[in-house]
């Protein structure tokens, strides 16, 4: 009657597609297929589902087939899909069989990130007369687009405000006014600011301490305001340090670890800002992705906020740039520059939410994490560094990595 593909490692293990409907549990299931291409034959025509869920079941000696869900397509919308978050987020929405929509301005990123299945729109989120049309016909929307600068953010406000709050403001208009069903926001472990404990719990008072954790939490504010007024389902994700491959290393602005890998492989020392004993933890992005999947998806979750990301693993930059030296073998003497404005010293984020409510694990180490970063970095070849953005308050506190271009 019907044939069933796709049975790739990836399709059958995807917790967040189990079949809700367990009315077969007296059967002797065998295997269970989420997520799997089935074609049925009606009268001579073929229907195809992409993304039904299937026993296999052992009954009177014969093995059946049995679909117990078909679940259906959803169109969703990803800004910032060529950034690295929303790249992974993208491959993973599609490999579940839903059309995705994005759209990214290419300030970050990399357009080699899009997948190919994705409708891409190569424009700025401050638009909304454009926002409005893209959305069209979406359930979902996730807004991970942002210029996620935290230590630049104290000297360039202005740009960062912009696509951070401002930008936020439009799509959660143009959200509202196309009915979207659910808005998940990606926000930003810079929300909490300093607390007296780590590691950090959802339900602590933010106290963000520069202008990229202020225009987060402003946009969480905003999201919450305007989705109660008219009606909006949302949730907010506060990842928190994410590596992995695809994340920008030629940006001397942001992401340590990829900075610190493009600097050794082109034999040059690493620069710490501060003694270096800031701690933080760092999770692998498909470590992420599963959660944020949940998010847009799972019942029950309208208006919270979640960490995503490991607590185990807290460790100082200084442990992270000699893990990174042990991984390729360089002869590690750092150079140590004066801190920077506001960097919050101690930051990490309590897992136990996420573990409660999807069952999260950590399933990749730091060392294993790096190492693909490294692997990655080095298929597509160490890069200068790109001072593409503009610093917009120069005085004796912006950092001379900056002013002088010394990465
Ligand atoms: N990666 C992390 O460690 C981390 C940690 C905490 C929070 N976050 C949040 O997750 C989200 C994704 O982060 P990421 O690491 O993937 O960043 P990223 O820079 O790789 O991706 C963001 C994308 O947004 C795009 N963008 C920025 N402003 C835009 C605008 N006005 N219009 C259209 N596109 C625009 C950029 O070009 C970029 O491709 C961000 O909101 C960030 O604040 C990331």
């Known amino acids: 009657m019907f044939q069933e593909e796709n049975k790739s490692a990836d399709s059958l293990n995807n917790s ?13 299931i065998q295997q269970e297929f989420s997520n799997a291409k089935v074609t049925i034959n009606v ?5 195809i589902f ?12 014969q093995e059946t087939f049995q679909i117990s869900q078909l679940r259906k397509k959803k169109r969703i919308f990803i800004t910032g899909v060529a950034g690295f978050l929303g790249s992974h987020l993208a491959d993973a929405l599609l490999k579940q069989g839903h059309e995705v929509v994005g759209c990214d301005n290419l300030i970050g990123g990399y357009m080699d990130n899009v997948p190919d299945e994705v409708e891409f729109y190569q424009v700025d989120c401050r638009y909304l007369n454009t926002m409005n049309k893209l ?12 210029t996620a600068y935290e230590g ?22 143009a959200a509202i006014t196309n009915k979207v069903k659910r808005f998940v926001y990606c926000s930003s472990m810079a929300r909490y600011g300093t607390q007296d404990v780590v590691p950090f719990t959802e339900d602590m008072t933010p106290k963000p301490q520069d202008p990229y954790g202020i225009a987060k939490y402003a946009s969480e504010l905003l999201l ?47 620069i710490i800002y501060g003694d270096g004993e800031q701690k933080r933890c760092f ?18 979750l309208n208006g919270e906020i979640i960490n995503i990301g490991p607590d185990e693993e807290f460790i100082s930059i200084n442990e992270l740039a000699k893990t990174i030296a042990e991984l390729l073998n360089f002869d590690l003497k750092p150079i140590f520059m004066p801190g920077r ?41 160490a890069k200068k560094f790109r001072y593409h953005l503009d610093l917009e308050i120069i005085n004796e506190k912006t950092p001379k990595t900056w002013k002088n271009r010394l990465f």
Do not use: W
């Open 135 to 146: 959305m069209k016909g979406c359930d979902i929307v996730y807004h991970t687009a942002c």
């Open 43 to 47: 009268d001579g025509k073929e229907l």
């Open 16 to 28: 967040a597609d189990q079949p809700s409907d367990q009315t077969n549990n007296q059967a002797n």
């Open 50 to 61: 992409n993304n039904a869920n299937i026993s296999k079941v052992q009954s009177n000696g």
């Open 283 to 300: 999770s692998f992005v498909e470590d992420d992705i599963d959660c944020l999947l949940q998010l847009g998806f799972k019942d029950g």
């Open 152 to 173: 630049l953010s104290v000297f360039s406000p202005h740009l960062v405000c912009q696509n951070t709050s401002q930008i936020s403001a439009t799509l959660i208009t």
């Open 341 to 381: 404005p506001q960097e919050v010293k101690l930051a990490s984020c309590s897992a136990n939410k996420a573990r409660r409510l999807f069952n999260y694990s950590t399933k990749v180490t730091l060392r294993e994490g790096l190492q693909s970063m490294i692997d990655h970095i080095k298929a597509k070849g």
């Open 224 to 270: 919450k305001n305007l989705s109660e007024v008219h009606g909006m389902e949302y949730v907010i994700a506060v990842p928190h340090n994410i590596i992995g491959p695809r994340q920008k290393y030629d940006d001397p602005y942001r992401n340590v670890a990829s900075i610190m890998i493009n600097l050794m492989l082109q034999g040059r020392q690493p």
